[in-house]
């Protein structure tokens, strides 16, 4: 068994990736061999259907889905608004992006989503498409996530990020069903937050360009902004160590690193502490901070 990151930025840090995926094909030796990259996520900017975080990716859809295609990586579009109407359906951005990436590559792209109601259309409009249940349904009782990964309609399932120590109960799962848990690894929201689904919806609602206030984090850490030495101390914070020696034995395979709101020097650390070997992890930042057609931010 491998350990298999979803990762952030499709569009997003596009520029980052095509810097990046030559090393780590290229010097294979740099990185863990008990993990692979399975995905890359996002959404372009101004996206209607994006929900968990807007978008504000420049790239070119063309230019990504070659990129994936190159290196045999599944293309993900963060589809996740939670609030769409019938008629949000018809958008052409949208439904342009599925077709060509429904048919961008030998390895099937997917949707991450909230809507049920997109959920139905995209399954029948794009049937060459796979489907994640996102992060931003909030799912924080067990039974809630049990019940979504006995849904066949989707290949992975993303429980919110405070049932990920929920050990002995995940264990407990069947087989068929830890296979599709996608675990949200390095989430650096307040463990306690009461707010989390008002916050996603306020996204959903600018994204739908409704009228309407930005969502005040009610954290005592709002103003530290995203810190990944503070996801690292989270409870709810997935490490290596812990992938290796608890989540893997256990059966689990699959884990999202956040992060699409982040600048792309951030993204780099994220790669460095997840993939690299600590022996190489200055030579990747030297590639990556060397490469002049890169502006890291």
């Given at each position: 068994?491998?350990?298999?990151?979803?990762?952030?930025?499709?569009?997003?840090?596009?520029?980052?990736?095509?810097?990046?995926?030559?090393?780590?094909?290229?010097?294979?030796?740099?990185?863990?061999?008990?993990?692979?990259?399975?995905?890359?996520?996002?959404?372009?900017?101004?996206?209607?259907?994006?929900?968990?975080?807007?978008?504000?990716?420049?790239?070119?859809?063309?230019?990504?889905?070659e990129?994936?295609?190159?290196?045999?990586?599944?293309?993900?579009?963060?589809?996740?608004?939670?609030?769409?109407?019938?008629?949000d359906?018809?958008?052409?951005?949208?439904?342009?992006?599925?077709?060509?990436?429904?048919?961008?590559?030998?390895?099937?792209?997917?949707?991450?989503?909230?809507?049920?109601?997109?959920?139905?259309?995209?399954?029948?409009?794009?049937?060459?498409?796979?489907?994640?249940?996102?992060?931003?349904?909030?799912?924080?009782?067990?039974?809630?996530?049990?019940?979504?990964?006995?849904?066949?309609?989707?290949?992975?399932?993303?429980?919110?990020?405070?049932?990920?120590?929920?050990?002995?109960?995940?264990?407990s799962?069947?087989?068929?069903?830890?296979?599709?848990v996608?675990?949200?690894?390095?989430?650096?929201?307040?463990?306690?937050?009461?707010?989390?689904?008002?916050?996603?919806?306020?996204?959903?609602?600018?994204?739908?360009?409704?009228?309407?206030?930005?969502?005040?984090?009610?954290?005592?850490?709002?103003?530290?902004?995203?810190?990944?030495?503070?996801?690292m101390?989270?409870?709810?914070?997935?490490?290596?160590?812990?992938?290796?020696?608890?989540?893997?034995?256990?059966?689990?395979?699959?884990?999202?690193?956040?992060?699409?709101?982040?600048?792309?020097?951030?993204?780099?650390?994220?790669?460095?502490?997840?993939?690299?070997?600590p022996?190489?992890?200055?030579?990747?930042?030297?590639?990556?901070?060397?490469?002049?057609?890169?502006?890291?931010?």
């Amino acid at each position: 068994m491998q350990a298999v990151y979803h990762l952030p930025g499709l569009f997003e840090f596009h520029e980052l990736y095509r810097v990046f995926l030559p090393l780590y094909r290229g010097h294979r030796d740099w990185f863990y061999d008990w993990c692979t990259i399975g995905s890359v996520y996002g959404a372009p900017a101004g996206c209607r259907w994006d929900g968990g975080r807007a978008g504000f990716g420049e790239a070119s859809p063309e230019e990504t889905a070659e990129l994936m295609r190159a290196y045999g990586i599944s293309a993900r579009l963060t589809f996740s608004n939670s609030l769409l109407r019938e008629g949000d359906l018809s958008d052409p951005a949208c439904n342009r992006l599925c077709a060509l990436f429904e048919h961008y590559g030998p390895v099937p792209a997917g949707v991450i989503l909230t809507s049920d109601l997109l959920l139905d259309y995209l399954r029948r409009e794009y049937p060459g498409l796979y489907f994640v249940s996102s992060t931003t349904k909030v799912l924080t009782r067990f039974r809630e996530l049990e019940e979504e990964l006995e849904r066949p309609e989707f290949r992975y399932v993303v429980p919110d990020f405070r049932l990920n120590k929920a050990l002995d109960r995940l264990m407990s799962l069947p087989e068929e069903l830890k296979d599709k848990v996608e675990f949200l690894c390095n989430e650096a929201c307040w463990f306690e937050c009461p707010d989390r689904k008002a916050c996603y919806e306020n996204v959903s609602r600018k994204n739908l360009g409704l009228d309407c206030e930005d969502h005040v984090c009610a954290s005592p850490y709002a103003e530290r902004g995203y810190r990944f030495s503070d996801a690292m101390e989270n409870p709810g914070f997935i490490g290596i160590r812990e992938i290796r020696d608890a989540y893997m034995p256990g059966g689990f395979s699959h884990f999202k690193i956040e992060g699409r709101s982040l600048g792309s020097a951030v993204i780099l650390e994220f790669l460095l502490y997840y993939l690299t070997r600590p022996e190489y992890r200055l030579r990747v930042r030297e590639e990556i901070y060397l490469d002049s057609s890169l502006d890291l931010f």
